[in-house]
Structures are given as structure tokens and as C-alpha cells.
């Protein structure tokens, strides 16, 4: 990967990276696809009551549209080991190093927190009015589940990046949210 560093974000390090960034492109991961597919145990759930937060699900044909962020020059050991203790807390992400597409050209190689399928957390093919029933209700260590989707619908909406289910799923917590559930 040579000496820069790049993190592919898809999820809440669109709004939340949490690290210096030099540089922010759109990009796009062909082979997988962004789901609420893995049960939040700390950050958007509790061990009792899980959430689901996003991950990156392998899917052929598939691709997942989402932001490619260039590390600092001279912050990437500490940017790696911030992003190891938030994203790898429960070893249902798996660290990988993938080829992203940037918008306007060109390739890098980045790194992705993808679904390890095999693991207890992973929970691909909810139904969307499943998803939106969890969410609307999950509260963990770093907030309200519906935050988290409200906040990344509205920041890839404001990207220009569409993701109907995001968009599915926001509306219909949104409306569980008024009616009370």
C-alpha cells in the first residue's frame, strides 16, 4: 500500500472519522454492498437489547458507493490503532485492504471494515421493516441507533450518494418515531 493511507468509509466515519484527514474523494467498492447486517452489541446496542449498525457484505455484481479519505501525512500509525479499538471491538469486522474506484479517476487501495459472515454479530437478510423496528428502538455506548442511520442518510444524501434502503429505512423509523413505537 505504500506510505499514504487511505480508509474507505461507508458508514458513520462518513460523518465521524475520528482521524486528520488530508484528502476526501467519492469513491466506490465493487464486490460488496453496505447493509445493516451486523447486531450492535456496544455502540448502537447492548449485549440485552442489540442494535444493527452497517457493514460491508460481499455480494457479486454489487457495488457500495462511499467516501475514500486520504490520512494525514505522518498520522497514519496513530489513525490505524484509533480505528482498530472502534471498529475491530468485538472481532465482527474484519480488516481489509481493498481497491476503491475514486469519482473523477483513479484507484487506490484502502482500508474497509467488512462482515465477517461467520460471526455470531452477522445478521444479513433482515427485512427492511425488521431493521427499521431495531432501530427505532436500540440506544448502546455511543448513542441512539436511529442517529446513526438518520446521520449517515443525510450525509450521503448531502454526497449525492443514493442508497434507496438507507433512504427506506430512515422514513420508516422516522414514522415508527411519531407514532410512538
Not at 107 to 116: K, S
Not at 161 to 180: H, P, S
Request: with cysteine.
Amino acid at each position: 500500500m505504500g506510505s499514504e493511507l487511505w480508509v474507505f468509509g461507508y458508514g458513520s466515519l462518513i460523518w465521524n472519522p475520528e482521524f486528520p484527514v488530508a484528502e476526501t474523494r467519492i469513491a466506490r467498492l465493487p464486490g460488496w454492498h453496505r447493509s445493516f447486517c451486523m447486531r450492535s452489541i456496544h455502540h448502537r446496542g447492548t449485549e440485552a437489547a442489540p442494535g444493527l449498525v452497517l457493514a460491508l457484505d460481499r455480494a457479486a455484481g454489487a457495488h457500495c458507493d462511499g467516501v475514500a479519505f486520504r490520512v494525514a501525512s505522518g498520522a497514519e500509525a496513530d489513525t490505524l490503532a484509533g480505528l482498530r479499538e472502534r471498529e475491530l471491538i468485538s472481532a465482527a469486522y474484519l480488516e481489509e485492504r481493498l481497491w476503491v474506484d475514486l469519482q473523477g479517476g483513479g484507484r487506490v487501495e484502502a482500508l474497509a471494515y467488512v462482515i465477517d459472515p461467520d460471526h455470531v454479530q452477522y445478521c444479513g437478510g433482515l427485512a427492511l421493516p425488521e431493521q427499521a423496528a431495531i432501530i427505532a428502538q436500540a440506544v448502546g455506548g455511543r448513542g441512539r441507533n436511529c442517529d446513526y442511520l438518520f446521520n449517515t442518510a443525510d450525509h450521503l444524501a448531502a454526497l449525492g450518494i443514493e442508497d434507496a434502503d438507507l433512504a427506506w429505512l430512515a422514513a420508516a423509523v422516522r414514522q415508527l418515531q411519531a407514532a410512538g413505537n
